[in-house]
């Protein structure tokens, strides 16, 4: 569907059309009591509408194109679906048109007002990330709080359905999910993807079974992650990781992974991808059933509790293989701890209250959200600098729900911003 047609069924649905405007092709006024329901599968574009055409009552679907011509091209003619249609509303009607049946279908031209035309204009086809930027501050500060709330649930909802899709290939196994998950945040959004890779390539029971012994799931973690394999570093922790996983993959059968690799340029020491595997196997070693600590605690300091660890002896002097350096503790800071709590626990503890159907959980996940600080990303601070400044990581959280789903893939029409800029009557400057 373009644009065009979108903005179409946007003026529609929302009646943004000028109210004495519709009439059909033979001169018949139509009274829009129920635009219907908006359909954004196969099928007639809005379904149960109710419309008075003259002085006869419709209840049925309706139809929407950018020309009367569209029909046709569509192949409606010749699909039964469309039987149902009532009314055909086009831009510019220039044929006839029938249903299967061999009916004629009644059509109207719609009317986009000039001012809701500019407006989505400038939304739809601006080449700026955030094209809505300059209007955010002085819109209602109610609207946009409101939208917030929604966009975090929203969010929270995303989250969850990848958590459900992980529990079905993991056979319901809720402590496989959270390493997975966990893994995957250890990668903190440049390695996401990479970490996750490596977490649904070595099973977490492998992981249990050597729990016992951190440098046995250092080995492991490091030998599945391909960090292995340079054969000319002589460091003895590094060379005894690289016997030891030798072992455990034979132990294991645990295949060779192919193309693995971490990005480290212009990361900070701190965040480096070897320094994250080794908190992360420190973590895992030590923590046992994490899942179920989880939904034992309740108190942010609890949670916080739950992820500090420091890793190995070797990595209290050193941030890489074979490199040594001063001696400092290497705990995850406060705002790495938050962000785990944001993207690990609290959709977790969502999922886990849905499937289970247990609200308590739920509001826990939410209550924890609206007590973290806001994330610190070039996202939040984009929006912050249009007036939109996050109090929370419930607001954080919906602000890149925001961007993502809506800014970038230009779904102005489905946003409630993009809805009151659209239906304003001249552009905000």
């Known amino acids: 569907m373009t644009n065009k047609e979108q903005l179409l069924h946007y003026v529609w649905k929302c009646r943004l059309f000028p109210p004495d405007s519709l009439e059909t092709v ?96 400038y939304l739809l ?19 946009i709080s409101s939208y917030l709330c929604l966009l975090s649930l929203e969010r929270l909802e995303r989250k969850m359905n990848d958590i459900f899709r992980h529990l079905d290939r993991f056979g319901n196994s809720w402590d496989e999910v959270l390493y997975v998950l966990l893994t995957r945040n250890f990668g903190f959004g440049l390695n996401s993807n990479e970490f996750e890779s490596l977490a649904l390539s070595l ?13 046995q799931v250092e080995a492991l973690m490091f030998g599945q992650a391909g960090m292995l394999e340079d054969t000319t570093l002589n460091d003895e922790y590094y060379m005894r990781l690289q016997k030891e996983y030798l072992f455990l993959k034979s132990k294991y059968g645990l295949k060779n992974r192919e193309g693995f690799l971490v990005k480290k340029m212009r990361v900070r020491p701190l965040s480096s991808p070897l320094l994250r595997i080794a908190q992360l196997a420190a973590l895992l070693q030590k923590s046992g059933r994490l899942f ?95 007036g939109v400044i996050p109090v929370n990581a419930s607001d954080s959280q919906a602000l890149i729900q925001l961007r993502k789903e809506y800014c970038d893939k230009r779904k102005c029409l489905y946003c409630r911003i993009g809805h009151t800029i659209l239906s304003s009557r001249a552009l905000m400057t």
């Not at 992981?207 to 440098?215: A, G, M, R, T, V």
């Not at 990595?315 to 705002?335: D, I, M, R, V």
Request: net charge negative; proline share 5%.
């Open 125 to 143: 086809y601006s080449d700026t990330p955030l094209p809505c930027k300059n209007e955010l501050s002085s819109l209602p500060k109610a609207i």
């Open 203 to 215: 099973p977490f029971n492998y992981i249990q079974k050597q729990s016992d012994n951190l440098f």
């Open 292 to 386: 179920s600590s989880i939904l034992e605690k309740e108190e942010y300091q609890q949670l916080l509790t739950l992820f500090q660890t420091e890793p190995s002896l070797y990595w209290q002097t050193h941030y890489s293989f074979g490199k040594k350096s001063p001696k400092a503790g290497k705990q995850l800071g406060e705002a790495s701890l938050n962000i785990i709590l944001i993207n690990t626990v609290t959709p977790l503890l969502f999922a886990y209250g849905k499937k289970t159907a247990t609200d308590l959980y739920c509001d826990r996940a939410v209550g924890l959200l609206e007590s973290l600080k806001p994330e610190r990303n070039s996202i939040v601070a984009e929006f912050s600098a249009a």
């Open 26 to 121: 033979d001169g018949q006024k139509i009274e829009v009591i129920d635009p219907g329901i908006h359909n954004t599968d196969a099928g007639p574009d809005f379904f149960n509408a109710k419309i008075k055409i003259g002085d006869k009552l419709w209840a049925g679907n309706v139809e929407i194109h950018c020309t009367s011509a569209d029909w046709v091209k569509h192949g409606h003619h010749i699909d039964k679906a469309y039987n149902s249609v009532i009314l055909h509303l086009s831009e510019k009607v220039n044929r006839e048109v029938m249903n299967e049946k061999g009916q004629q279908i009644p059509q109207c031209e719609i009317v986009v007002p000039e001012s809701v035309r500019k407006n989505a204009d």
